[in-house]
């Protein structure tokens, strides 16, 4: 019997060993889950045949040149370098993943990008001039509207104008309402509409022959603020009942729409501040050969409700800072087409929470 017993362990620790070795190894060779110690809550799953991971983060305290990544692979597979292992990750790290069988390699670039948003709630605003024209408090980020030149042209007789802010906010206390008004005549030039719009940029001096040369967009944006991305925010729209043309001609059937985008354009380099210093206006603002890109809403219509847009920027052409100075402007305004002097009395967009979000070069 014990002879029997020892021959049969015997064989089945043979049968056993036998099995072992004749079990595949894998082939497998790869990323299944990316995170990072300090993160947790941020982690990535790549897809299939996708070996680029790629982070943004807006936090600026995080320090990007020491991040524990915690890298689960596939089944027997090993990782060079290591999970658990800190890594500057201020430039690209390169991952190598070796199957179990050690035939197949997978090669994975992780990259953290900082993201910087530039953030506008509308909340605060204030009184300047003659004490009925309001607009959103300046910053480094000024907003700027055309109340004041309405203000002229109607030489103060202006019982609501045309930006100005609203409690019906998407959050927070305020948001911008931008609401199209009949014109007229003044100082010899026919204006049959004013189009209310809100703008990064100046306004003035007034140019009496053309209104829309009077608008000066753009707000220097420099290197360390990153490059546009992506702008977003709320809005509502309302459209007016009645459309007018340039000549104030009822346009029957004409429905009117809002305006909503961003402009990143090139300047002269060392001339912001000096008069020279160069800026956009309303006859060129979205057809200057200086455009570098844009992110503008396709349609803006009637839409009751607060709705989110996010707008990508669409590059013409590279940054390149050596040669260019750039200016960045966000233009919001309640008729597409008030430039050209034409909308519907009454059109209103208001918008709220707005984001232009940068990323680092």
């Not at 993160?39 to 299939?48: A, D, G, L, R, V």
């Not at 004490?131 to 408090?137: E, H, K, N, S, V």
């Not at 209103?348 to 929470?353: F, H, K, M, S």
Request: glycine share 8%.
């Amino acid at each position: 019997m014990n002879k029997y017993i020892v021959f049969l362990l015997s064989f089945l620790s043979l049968a056993l060993s036998s099995c072992l070795k004749d079990a595949p190894e894998n082939v497998e060779a790869d990323v299944l889950n990316f995170s990072f110690e300090e993160m947790p809550e941020m982690n990535f799953i790549p897809e299939k045949g996708n070996n680029k991971i790629t982070f943004e983060i807006k936090d600026d305290k995080i320090n990007t040149g020491q991040l524990t990544p915690i890298i689960k692979i596939s089944e027997g597979a090993t990782i060079s370098p290591q999970s658990g292992v800190p890594q500057d990750f201020r430039d690209t790290v390169t991952y190598i993943v070796t199957s179990e069988n050690k035939r197949w390699k997978n090669e994975y670039k992780v990259l953290i990008k900082a993201i910087k948003p530039l953030i506008f709630t509308f909340d605060d605003w204030e009184t300047a001039g003659t004490g009925a024209i309001r607009y959103p408090t300046p910053s480094d980020y000024s907003w700027e509207n055309a109340n004041y030149g309405i203000g002229i042209a109607k030489l103060g007789n202006v019982e609501n104008y045309p930006t100005r802010p609203t409690s019906d906010s998407w959050r927070g206390d305020n948001a911008v309402l931008l609401e199209t008004q009949r014109g007229g005549t003044y100082f010899g030039v026919l204006v049959p509409v004013f189009s209310a719009s809100v703008f990064r940029g100046k306004f003035g001096p007034i140019n009496m022959g053309n209104f829309a040369r009077s608008i000066r967009f753009g707000q220097p944006h420099d290197r360390k603020q990153g490059r546009p991305v992506l702008f977003s925010g709320y809005f509502k729209y309302k459209s007016g009942s009645t459309f007018y043309d340039e000549h104030d001609n009822v346009v029957s059937g004409r429905v009117d729409e809002g305006s909503i985008y961003s402009v990143l354009f090139r300047t002269e380099k060392g001339v912001a501040g000096t008069d020279r210093d160069e800026f956009l206006d309303g006859t060129n603002i979205l057809t200057s050969d200086k455009i570098v890109a844009v992110a503008q809403m396709e349609h803006c219509r009637n839409t009751p409700e607060y709705t989110r847009f996010e707008i990508p920027f669409l590059y013409r052409d590279v940054i390149d800072y050596d040669r260019f100075d750039y200016k960045l402007t966000a233009v919001f305004s309640s008729s597409r087409d008030g430039d050209f002097y034409r909308g519907a009395d009454g059109s209103t967009l208001i918008v709220d929470e707005v984001e232009i979000v940068c990323e680092d070069f």
